[in-house]
């Protein structure tokens, strides 16, 4: 398998489809890699069934997302691609973030009805994906390009108006890393660009429990009242008022 020609089509359609369609996709990808991919697909599509099952807990899909990330040797395939060729027509939200979604072609051999959702977002410096919970929604985010400034809280209670929060992750992200969400663990994440440009690919599950409420955002602003526990207790705002304070 020759890595160059694996890393430009691999990476070379990141910017305008995901991660692993661009894997599936390309013709050229040598049988090697397929199987790899393949293999890979499977597993985060076993692993997030058995979670809506009820047979993988939240926090072990978690765990064994972010074991499947580490795996992937990013920095080698990206240090063969003209990033910046590749991202000179993005265009940028003012706010926010630009998401590129696509649907996997048929592969002989995968899953075709794929219980995970994916899509890749794309955001200048200092632009956010701005601070929200999920509810009944499994989610994660690996770090493509770029550096970007990473904050997780744990959701403990919901009031009417207020969520309370307690920080559980705050450092630097760098490509390679990733993290995750469920209703369990790191519930709220807010991720700031701090380089020029700033790439995420991401994989979701919607309706992690088929029997409750359906999966959706929840805005807050975490630079609420400081309570006892180390705990914050943050505002729920509306989509549009997160964007405006921190998009
Ligand atoms: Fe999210």
Known sequence: ?????????????????????????????ADTVKPIASAWLAEVNRMSTDMKSGGLKQTQWQQQVERLFGEI??????????????????????????????????????????????????LR???????????????????????????HYDRIEDLDDHMIVRPSIDRRFVPGECSTV??????????KATSDTAFIFNIHVLNVDPTINR??????????????????????????EAYKRFG
Do not use: C
């Open 1 to 29: 398998m020759d890595r160059r020609d694996f890393g430009k089509q691999t990476l070379g359609s990141l910017l305008t489809f995901s991660l692993l369609e661009s894997v599936f996709s390309a013709d050229a990808l």
């Open 73 to 122: 040797d990013l920095q080698e395939f990206l240090s063969y691609v003209d990033f910046e060729k590749l991202t000179e027509n993005i265009q940028f939200r003012e706010r926010g973030e630009r998401s590129f979604r696509a649907t996997f072609p048929n592969v002989e051999g995968l899953p075709t009805e794929l219980v995970f959702g994916h899509q890749m977002f794309a």
């Open 125 to 151: 410096k200092d632009r956010s994906v701005v601070p929200h919970g999920h509810n009944n929604m499994a989610t994660a985010f690996l770090v493509l390009k770029g550096e970007f400034e990473g904050k």
């Open 182 to 191: 469920s209703d369990h663990k790191d519930n709220v994440h807010w991720f």
């Open 215 to 240: 999966s959706g955002r929840v805005y807050i602003d975490p630079h609420g009242e400081k309570i006892a526990g180390g705990k914050i207790k943050a505002e729920k705002i509306k989509s549009s």
